[in-house]
């Protein structure tokens, strides 16, 4: 059964970030995931999961330096060190919480860059995520990778679904999966039931939203009751990360869960 997860980094920022477990437990979710936990000691968070009630569903690798504009280190050539460096931090978190899954982010690749450098980055790519799928597999951690729309992050080194699956391909290992943003996937690609259907086996974690404002997913162009039933009828154990920008109070723009008439718990 298909299982909704609060995101943190999104969701209840009417709180400090270390109030939001509470408040979402409250709110009805059983699971979290954000983009980073590294600014806590691992114990910290523990505790919070454990006051909460709570399941830690995902988060990131270190991503670089977030506060100059990097978004990754996956594809970076010449970074190599760093990356590998990042899946060890990372995974002593995901040992602590206890979390199935980890967001390795690509990095940003220029527009303007020729073909040799596409190559070198596309290279680098799977020869880390070959290693951070190794180094995973040992404590049954999967890793996931997403295709993030290029308005929202521009320069993104992984933009569209069907490279995804190139990536996936290429990499060859049982353990990593697909995140599947649908709020990306719209953006970029469209024709969401379709790509939720073929890239079904490859799925390991979904996140929704409303577009284009990223919004309650009810709040958009988007028929999220659709696409959620479908993901249910195709046999979906994991979990959807609510990953949107509340229009106002996160507590109140929660309505639109009830309106799905689908148990998600
Ligand atoms: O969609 C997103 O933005 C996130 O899932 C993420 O990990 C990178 O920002
Ligand atoms: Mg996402």
Request: overall charge negative.
């Amino acid at each position: 059964m298909p299982r909704l997860a609060a995101n943190l980094s999104m969701l209840f920022n009417e709180h400090d970030f270390l109030d939001r477990f509470a408040a979402a437990s409250e709110a009805g979710f059983k699971g979290v995931e954000y983009l980073f936990p590294y600014a806590y000691a691992p114990k910290i968070l523990r505790e919070k999961l454990d006051d909460a009630g709570l399941e830690q569903v995902l988060f990131n690798l270190p991503p670089g330096d977030w506060e100059v504009g990097e978004r990754g280190l996956a594809s970076l050539p010449g970074r190599e060190a760093e990356f590998r460096d990042s899946v060890i931090e990372a995974l002593r978190y995901a040992e602590a919480l206890n979390c199935p899954q980890l967001h390795a982010m690509a990095g940003l690749l220029s527009e303007s860059a020729n073909s040799e450098a596409y190559k070198a980055h596309q290279e680098t790519y799977v020869k880390n995520l070959r290693f951070a799928a190794a180094e995973a597999a040992k404590i049954d951690c999967k890793v996931l990778i997403e295709p993030i729309n290029i308005r929202d992050m521009p320069n993104y080194f992984l933009s569209h679904q069907a490279h995804a699956m190139e990536v996936l391909t290429a990499v060859g290992a049982d353990n990593l999966y697909l995140q599947f943003d649908l709020y990306h996937c719209q953006i970029m690609d469209g024709d969401l039931t379709h790509h939720m259907e073929r890239q079904f086996s490859s799925i390991g974690h979904v996140q929704i939203a409303g577009v284009p404002k990223r919004n309650e997913p009810d709040v958009g162009e988007v028929n999220f009751i659709s696409l959620l039933k479908r993901l249910k009828e195709l046999g979906y154990q994991g979990w959807v990360g609510c990953e949107y920008r509340p229009v106002g109070e996160t507590i109140k723009g929660l309505g639109w869960i009830n309106k799905l008439n689908i148990d998600f718990n």
